[in-house]
């Protein structure tokens, strides 16, 4: 859940923003700079007036990056009681030295570092705070008249920070001149908080006085956090932040909201000659949107464009895609996970493969259950009895116990939880078949394709021969574990209390229903194999805490989570769970007693292509 942070000067501003329902309250002087420093006494002062009602933290002002200046000011920032100590990392030589400097004291207190979009922020900084122990990092603005944090870091670069530091365990917070437009864009990347000063401040701009009507505008478009032993676990008020009102009046009807000739280059197509390089694509997307009133005044009562045009930006920012179908699906998926959206209209045209564009349009639209559906009765095969035939084929290994499908994913090859993941796997009570990742091996397959330009095909299969060797970096680690290469191996297995380790070329190789296409990763492979084991529970593993439980599968493929392909192959009735780095220590104690680690997830919007 994102938290709103307001950054206040003192006593007077902070009993407004505790009235106005901010989340953290956050002391500096914007007279002094961007991070410019509020007085001791102030601050002192100020956590007494809140007296526990909300988190306080500080700034330690505009420092130069000398180590003992930032580690003397931190010491007296903290020493007053804050919460958290925000430090600013300017550009210099001495970034290094100067987070070394503040580890003993991140070690008893929360450090947030502060990197600047405006600065040619360095994000391959965020292992060396982990390793320093700090608790969070952070992006603003360093000169506030140079414009917005989106100014300086588009949208589909912020996945990329926001991920990277939630995997290695850090607070995540994200600032520098926000304003009302901001929030909804920024939303779905999910931040830890969000943080504001100006748009706080009505007219008068960040040095005037906040304002309570100000605080009221931001706070109803951001979520606040459902409290404990509530009599419902839908938060109204995230509803609220993505456009919607529980109080919709039905008769005020539906606006369509456009984008037209949005054109970027892509990479994108199936030959080989569109390997390697990009070429222009054009976008038209209509959405039809549900009204909350018919005197929209603010951005509580619309729903933004820019949403749109940052979801396609996003999607074409992760890579290849294969088809332009494919790509159309990925944004019709990410806008209709707003839940004000009730039918959009998608259409991908390719402008380089001849004197006229070719290219798709779909039409999706939402079930009033919040499940999208086709507009039209022809398109792909009925997902359910694809998956009762599946799980009633007799290739399924039928089991008093079903089996749990568990992906590993290949990039724990290079972090320190892949011993604790395969112990825990290893210890578990439950029956259990892992799925390799191809994780680095994968990678090389990607990146010879480029230069050595062979099909998809090929890389299909060289792909998996990848998976199989991961496969046998964690057979090699515990004598539990057993290479399985059919079902029937993994039925003996599991039935001599092993753990089963897939090794997937035999089965995956020739099966007709597995399309040789990067969209299908071993995400896609541990689904289907999820269905020929009739299994009830797929747990992925992954290398990244960039999620939650109000995520649905539909959101983590639009954010490159799970692969593409993964909704469609996933069968019905088959519980999907995400862990992350943060999940390895538990695991062990939770799979020993018969539970999975981590967090179940919502189940993925099934759709239908458009007849005609």
């Known amino acids: 859940m994102t938290r709103m942070l307001a950054s206040v000067t003192g006593v007077d501003e902070a009993e407004i923003a505790l009235l106005g329902g901010v989340d953290i309250i956050d002391l500096k002087d914007p007279r002094a700079g961007a991070l410019g420093a509020v007085s001791t006494q102030t601050i002192r002062r100020t956590i007494s007036l809140i007296a526990g009602r909300a988190p306080v933290s500080a700034v330690c002002g505009d420092l130069p990056m000398e ?36 580890a003993p004291l991140a070690a008893r207190t929360k450090l947030i570092a502060v990197l600047f979009a405006d600065l040619e922020p360095d994000f391959e900084l965020l292992p060396m705070l982990a390793e320093h122990r700090f608790h969070g990092a952070m992006v603003d603005t360093a000169n506030k008249a140079n414009g917005r944090l989106l100014d300086h870091l588009p949208p589909e670069r912020i996945p990329g920070f926001v991920d990277r530091a939630k995997s290695l365990g850090l607070m995540v917070g994200l600032s520098g ?48 956090a459902s409290g404990a032993g509530g009599a419902s676990s839908v938060d109204y008020r995230l509803l609220a932040a993505r456009g919607y009102s529980p109080g919709t009046d039905p008769t005020l009807g539906t606006d369509k909201i456009f984008v037209r000739d949005f ?26 949107v549900l009204q909350v009133t018919d005197h929209p005044e603010d951005m509580r009562h619309v729903f933004s464009y820019d949403i749109i045009m940052d979801g396609i930006r996003t999607i074409v920012a992760r890579g290849h895609v294969q088809l332009s179908e494919a790509l159309a699906e990925q944004v019709a998926t990410y806008i209709l996970e707003n839940p004000r959206v009730v039918r ?87 029956p259990v078949v892992i799925v390799p990742g191809g994780g680095r091996f994968a990678e090389q397959v990607r990146e010879t394709q480029i230069y050595m330009d062979f099909s998809d095909t090929a890389a299909h299969a060289m792909a998996i021969l990848a998976m199989e060797q991961f496969a046998q970096i964690i057979l ?17 297995a599991l039935d001599a209390g092993n753990v089963a380790v897939w090794l997937p070329s035999s089965l995956a190789l020739p099966a007709p229903d ?99």
């Not at 909804?184 to 000063?197: E, K, S």
């Not at 970027?264 to 959405?287: C, M, N, W």
């Not at 290079?414 to 210890?427: H, K, P, S, V």
């Open 263 to 288: 054109v970027l280059p892509v990479q994108i197509g199936a030959y080989s000659f569109e390997h390697g390089h990009t070429q222009k694509v054009r976008f038209d997307v209509t959405a039809d």
């Open 344 to 430: 959009v209209t998608v259409r991908v045209e390719k402008l380089e493969l001849g004197p006229g564009g070719v290219g798709v349009e779909i039409e999706r639209k939402r079930q009033s259950a919040g499940r999208g559906v086709a507009s039209g009765p022809a398109g792909r095969k009925d997902q359910s009895a694809v998956s009762r035939a599946r799980q009633e084929g007799p290739e399924a290994i039928r089991r008093a116990v079903k089996p749990a499908v568990v992906k590993l994913g290949g990039s724990t090859a290079d972090a320190a939880e892949m011993a604790e993941w395969i112990a825990a796997l290893a210890g578990s009570s439950l």
């Open 67 to 102: 180590p003992e200046t930032i580690r003397a000011k931190a010491e007296e920032i903290t020493a007053a009681g804050v919460d958290y100590a925000k430090i600013g990392l300017f550009p210099s030589a001495n970034i290094a030295a100067c987070a070394a400097a503040l």
């Open 514 to 612: 597995i399309p040789a296409s990067w969209d299908v990763t071993s995400d896609s492979l541990a689904a289907w194999l999820a269905g020929k084991l009739g299994a009830n529970a797929l747990l992925l593993i992954k290398q990244t805490g960039a999620f939650s439980g109000s995520d649905t599968i539909d959101s983590l493929a639009v954010r490159g989570i799970v692969d593409a392909g993964f909704a469609a192959m996933l069968p019905d009735g088959v519980d999907v769970h995400l862990a992350g780095p943060k999940d390895a220590a538990e695991a062990g104690a939770l799979l020993a007693a018969g539970n999975l680690p981590g967090i179940q997830i919502a189940a993925p919007i099934r759709t239908a292509r458009k007849a005609g």
């Open 177 to 224: 001149s926000l304003e009302a437009p901001d929030i909804p864009r920024l939303l779905p990347f999910v931040p830890d908080f969000l943080g504001f000063r100006g748009a706080l401040c009505g007219n008068s701009g960040r040095v005037g006085s906040i304002s309570a009507e100000a605080v009221a505008q931001i706070r109803d478009l951001i979520p606040e």
């Open 476 to 492: 090699d680690r515990d004598e539990r574990l057993a290479p399985a290469r059919s079902l029937e191996e993994m039925g003996r």
